[in-house]
Structure formats: C-alpha cells, structure tokens
C-alpha cells in the first residue's frame, strides 16, 4: 500500500486511502523533557542517567552541543548518563542546533550566563525565527551577545559579559515561551555567580504557558525550587544549586501522541497510546479532551491513553469545534487536519506563534488542507477549515515544509477516498523518526495480516450501462458482483409498499436498515419474493434516486454494501462505489456517456421488454436524475479523483469491458 518507504529521506510516501486502525504504539520521549533534562544534568552535581530519552534530531544537535562543551555523556544499558558541571570546561565551541528551539533557545541562556566564547547557529529556517526577546533580557541582565546576522535573530555570537542581577530581568512571552523557559533553567547560573537572588518578570502576555509548567516542575526535580507569583514573578533563591536525581525517566511525547488519539478518533480502534496518561506533566495531553469534544473515547491510564472512536469509513463524523489553541500549539495542528472529518466548520483561534515555528504553520497548513480540496480560511492568529465531502477530495501531493508536524499530521488526510502523498516523510527524524513505521502498523499495512479482497469499483450516472459492465467484468475474473443501485431500489420498493413517496427519512433509513434481502444468480429476493422485475420499474428507480439522496439511508447502507467485499474480488457498481464505499479500492472506473446515447439505450432497453415508452420522457427524466444525483450534499455523484473516466458512448459492451479488464491487469495485481 505504500509506494515507497520513508526511513531515510525519501522524496515521497504515498498513502492509499485507509478504513480502520488499531493497535499499540509506545511512544518515544518527549522532545521538551528530553532537552530540558539534557540541559540541567549538564548543569548538575553529580551524575544523572537519563531513561527513555528521544533520539532524533533535536535531541541529537543538544548532545553534541553538550560533548563540544566538554560534557562527558555516556550511553549506558538504555541510558544517557551524564556527569555535569555548574560551570562547563570548554570556553570557545560552535554549535550547530539544527531547528531545535528547545536546544537553541536554553543554550543561549546558559552560555550567556557562563561567559565564553560562542556561536550559536542552525539551519535556514532557525535564522529566521526570532530570539530578539531572549537577547534583550540576557543583554539587560549584563551578557553580552551580539547578531551575526539580522537583528533579532541567530545566528549569535556569546562573549563574556558581567552580570547584574540587582534588578528584575524583564522577558516578553508573547512569541515564544521558550524565552522565559531558557532564563528560568539558566537562571541559578546567574544567581550562584552574584549570590544574590535572580527575579524574573514577565512582560506583557505569555503564550503556550503549560511549557513553562514542564520548566519548573523539571527544575525541581533537579533540586532548585522556584518561588513563583502566578505567571508574573518567578524567583530563584540565591542558593540554588542543581543536583543530579541520580536516575529520570522520561515520559512518551503527549505532541506526538495527538496523531494517534487522532487516528483512533477517525478510524475505529481503539487505540492504545503508551508513554503518556492522565499522570503526564505534559500540556498535550489535553489534546484528548479535544478529540473527546469531538465524539471520540478515551480512556486514561496513569501511563497510558486508549481512544476509540466511529471510523470516518463508516459513515463517522467528527464534531465540528471552535477553540482557543494557545496553550497546545503543537498538537492543535492534528486538530486542523482532524477538522476534514468534521459535521461543520471547525475554527483554530489564538495560534500566531504558527507563524514562527518550523515553517509558517498557518500559511502552510491553509496552502496544503487547501490542496486537498477543503475550503480554508486564515488570518494573522486563525485558520478555519471547512469539513471536506467525500466528493471533493483530490488526491494531493502535500508540501510539509522541513516541518516535522506537517508530514505527520497530514498522515491523518489518508481517510479520504483518494490516495495522498507525503512530500520528504523523512522530516519526521526532528522528533519522531520511527513515525510513519508506528501509523503503518496501526494501520496493519505492514502487519502481512490478510489483505481485504480487492474491488474493482465502476461509477456512473444512470443507463451508463455499469450495471452490464460490472457483471461482465466479475465474470471475467471470477468474482463477486455487488449491484448497490439494487439496495436502493429495494429500499424504494419496500418504501412503496408502506405508502410512503420517500420524503420521510426516518421511515427510509429504518427500511433500509431492515431490508431482507438475498442476491440469487438470477434473481433478487426480498422476503423471499422475487422482485427483481418490479424494482426495475421506473416509478421504483425514480423513488430510489430521491431516497439515496438523504445521508441516513446511504449510511444505513454502508456496512451492509462493505460485506460484499469477499474473496477473490467483487467488482462494485454504483456512484459512490470508489469515493465512499470502497475508497482504497485498487481500480476506479467512472463510466460516462452522452445523455442522449443513454436515453436511447433506455429507450431500446425497455422495448425490447415489450413495455412502451417515450424517448422524450426518458431524456428528459434521466436530465432531471443526474441533476439529482449529482447535485445531492451527501456522496453526490462524482468521479473520485483517483478513477479512470470511461466514456462509453461510442463504444460496445465488450470494448469497455475489455477496456476495464486491461486497466485491472495493468495495476490490480501491483
Ligand atoms: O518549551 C518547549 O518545549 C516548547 C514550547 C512551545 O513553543 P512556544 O513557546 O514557542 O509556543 C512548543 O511549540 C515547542 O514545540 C516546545
Ligand atoms: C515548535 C516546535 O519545535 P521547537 O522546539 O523547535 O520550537 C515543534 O516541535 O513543534
């Protein structure tokens, strides 16, 4: 189901539409713990081991950050354990620290305290997000740290400077909190050279503030306690001292888990999260009341999540929501790609810092939703995002940006009908580089588990002749024929039968929902009477159109038409085989023909059987059908955008179905 894999930098992943997933995943540590205990056991007496901590590119660039300072770190059964120091040995280094602002940001702070000789620099994207908030509390704090480059941005050079910190050190939050994060890590750096106590005060508001309760509640564990006054003052006691807690255990990543409670939300599950739960210190958690709101499940265990949810496959729906996001920026872009699925518009408010993070996330995630196909809106601090029909969807290569959060977030665009490819999967190693190997095997794509049977799907307005074609084409290949035209003709029947014209759509669905039925080779039975020549009236097939088109008879439907799917094949004719039905189906035909040509197909048709009719009536009614059909809100008819379009208008039944039996050969079996 994947066409290529994405371990290493691989240009591209392609993911085949998905119904369901379920499973185990444990996650990997947490980026911000891991970084943060990085740093204060380098800055501790004594020695920690570090258990659980994530190895990806953030943590990768800090490590080497750490051994260029002269920091002795040693991989130990499973643990880093690292010998700090509360001044570092190694006064010149340059460091290299990628796109890591957890990394980039605390370092500065650190150095700049100690005093040296520095330069700080990362990739092209880290130059362009700000640090000028940091630079100004350091240098108002006596560091000296000048720009290399723009102002207000790295790379930066650190020298020695002489600190004071007679005074409060004012900081501003409202673009990253990262800025207080870094003073308050460095802070007893500062406080142990004046031997006095370091005050620090917030100026103006403060963004994503639950990263600043992972700071302190880290800082503690490592053996300084910070007096706080709400978010506005924050004092380190004159006799701090970092000690090392001998061992830490790292939590799972609670940002990476909202894929997964993502996941379980839209296709089934359950899914069972390892790593986090309801006793995390992480703000990202909170992302399961998110999902929750949004009519999924989750259990929560100390350690561990489990969510379930109504597969959007299955006729599911996510609830639409309009939230305030500022405090879990980096799970609140599952969220965005979640709101696909929703029954409404779904609205992202107070989420600027986007705008300065891997990529610009607001314009990236409105550029690449957009190029599904789905409606979006955006503005300096929102994004709205419109529920995108399943009709709607193109299957898109998706940009991600060098942006981690983009390939993974967007792995969740693979419960539409069409398939959709992730450019540069491999941006993931920033913090999660065994991702898409943890999707696929909750997706049981790389589990060998018995493959669904395939589906040969064949779309097309009504006397297209699909009908005739798709028997062919099973017989050819020995398969399963699945008429769903048929069900709805049957629902109609039955919707006759108890006097209704199909304008009830309770009394539809609830018919639907009961229909006895029994497909024999030659005829179909509906409590055990042959209908078959009755549900092909055209009062019947005239009523089947108008029931089709309420939402609760198409679900009522679904699982009803899925169980046709069995082995060795079926080949499914209706028109919302390949966009709803079946949407990973393999081969998708679209069957079309002039109108005209299927008016008089009709015509001869009914003839033949000796009934009478009106080549003008029948224009006319097939005119005013296909209007219908592809005019309805719910599974309009519509070619799905991965389908072959066959126009059969000029050409004979045998000629088409030879046509759908080349195209099955040349990629079924692949
Ligand atoms: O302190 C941290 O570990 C982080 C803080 C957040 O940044 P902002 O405070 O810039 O929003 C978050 O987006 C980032 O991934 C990690
Ligand atoms: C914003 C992020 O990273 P950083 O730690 O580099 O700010 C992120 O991981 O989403």
Redesign the pocket.
């Known amino acids: 189901m994947t066409t290529t894999g994405a371990d290493a930098r691989e240009p591209f992943l392609r993911l085949a539409p998905a119904a369901h997933a379920r499973g185990a995943v444990t996650l990997p540590g947490s980026?911000s713990i891991s970084n943060r205990a990085l740093l204060l056991a380098a800055l501790a007496e004594g020695t920690t081991g570090l258990e659980g901590l994530l190895d990806s590119d953030?943590t990768r660039v800090m490590r080497a950050a750490l051994r260029a300072l002269g920091l002795d770190l040693r991989q130990d059964e499973g643990r880093v354990c690292l010998e700090g120091a509360a001044d570092w040995p190694q006064k010149r280094a340059d460091l290299f620290l990628g796109?890591?602002?957890?990394a980039f940001r605390p370092l500065t702070a650190a150095l700049a305290m100690m005093g040296g000789d520095y330069r700080l620099s990362g990739v092209p994207r880290m130059h362009e997000r700000p640090i000028g908030d940091l630079v100004d509390a350091l240098r108002s704090l006596g560091c000296e740290i000048a720009y290399e480059g723009r102002e207000g941005y790295p790379p930066l050079r650190i020298g020695r400077g002489r600190l004071d910190v007679s005074r409060p050190v004012r900081v501003r939050g409202a673009v990253s909190s990262?800025f207080l994060t870094a003073l308050l890590m460095a802070a007893p750096i500062a406080a142990r050279r004046a031997g006095r106590d370091v005050v620090i005060e917030l100026d103006g508001p403060l963004i994503s503030k639950p990263y600043i309760l992972i700071t302190l509640n880290l800082v503690e564990r490592f053996g300084v306690c910070v007096r706080r006054e709400g978010w506005q003052r924050f004092i380190i006691p004159a006799e701090a001292r970092y000690r090392a807690p001998g061992r830490y255990r790292i939590e799972g990543d609670a940002s990476s888990a909202s894929y997964f409670l993502g996941l379980g939300a839209i296709a089934g599950g359950p899914v069972r999260i390892e790593g986090v739960g309801g006793d995390s210190i992480q703000g990202d958690v909170a992302f399961a009341e998110v999902v929750e709101a949004m009519g999924a499940r989750v259990e929560r265990e100390a350690d561990a999540l489990v969510v379930s949810g109504r597969a959007v496959a299955d006729g599911g729906r996510l609830r639409a929501f309009d939230r305030d996001f500022n405090l879990i920026p980096?799970a609140a872009m599952t969220a965005a790609v979640l709101a696909l699925y929703a029954d409404g518009p779904c609205r992202l408010r107070n989420i600027a810092s986007w705008r300065v993070?891997?990529t610009d996330r607001i314009a990236a995630m409105h550029a690449e939703l957009a190029r599904l196909g789905a409606r979006v809106e955006s503005d300096a601090d929102s994004l709205t995002v419109h529920p995108l029909p399943a009709g709607d969807w193109r299957a898109a290569e998706i940009r991600t940006y060098d942006d981690h959060?983009m390939a993974m977030c967007f792995s969740l665009a693979a419960f539409g009908p069409v398939p959709v490819t992730i450019l540069d999967p491999g941006c993931v190693s920033k913090?999660y580089p065994g991702y898409f190997k943890d999707f696929h095997r909750l997706l049981g794509v790389e589990r060998g588990g018995a493959a669904p049977a395939p589906v040969i799907t064949i779309d097309g307005p009504t006397a297209s002749g699909k009908g005739t074609i798709a028997q062919k084409v099973a017989q050819a290949l020995g398969w399963h024929v699945l008429d769903s035209g048929a069900l709805y003709r049957l629902t109609a029947l039955a919707v006759l039968r108890e006097g209704g014209d199909g304008a009830d759509e309770a009394q539809a669905a609830r018919l639907a929902r009961s229909l006895d039925i029994r497909f024999e080779p030659d005829a179909i039975l509906m409590g055990g009477e042959d209908v078959s020549a009755l549900i092909r009236q055209e009062e019947v097939g005239n009523l089947a159109s108008r029931v089709a088109a309420w939402p609760a008879v198409r679900e009522a439907l679904l699982a009803c038409q899925r169980a046709f799917r069995q082995a060795p094949g079926l080949v499914g004719d209706g028109r919302d085989m390949g966009t709803v039905v079946f949407p990973d189906a393999p081969l998708k035909i679209f069957l079309d023909a002039d109108v005209e040509v299927r008016a008089q197909r009709r015509y001869k048709q009914l003839k033949d059987k000796g009934f009478s009719a009106n080549l003008d009536d029948l224009l006319q009614d097939l005119r005013a059908r296909d209007a219908r059909d592809r005019g309805r809100a719910h599974a309009p008819l519509v070619a799905a955008a991965d389908a072959v379009t066959v126009d059969s208008s000029h050409q004979g039944i045998d000629d088409v179905v030879r046509q759908v039996l080349d195209l099955w050969s040349a990629r079924g079996p692949a």
């Not at 796109?99 to 957890?102: I, L, R």
């Open positions: 980026k953030d796109n890591a602002g957890t990262q980096d993070k891997e959060r913090t």
